[in-house]
């Protein structure tokens, strides 16, 4: 496994509107793609996700 660990903090629920889930921030394709990304694509993942974030969705708990 690559030295970029992922994102996940296992709050998985996708939010219908964007595609994203709500733990992670990642969407469907990048959540299932993870394991076969390069550590590039995973660092550009990772740089993208603080941006993905949205006024009025709050993660539960």
Do not use: F, H, N, Y
Not at 5 to 10: Q, W
Not at 44 to 58: E, F, H, N, Y
């Amino acid at each position: 496994m690559s030295a970029i660990e992922t994102p996940c903090i296992r709050i998985c629920r996708i939010e219908p509107t964007s595609g994203l889930c709500i733990g992670c921030w990642r969407s469907i394709d990048e959540i299932m793609g993870w394991i076969r990304m390069t550590d590039d694509q995973r660092r550009a993942v990772m740089a993208d996700l603080p941006g993905r974030k949205w006024q009025g969705v709050t993660r539960p708990g």
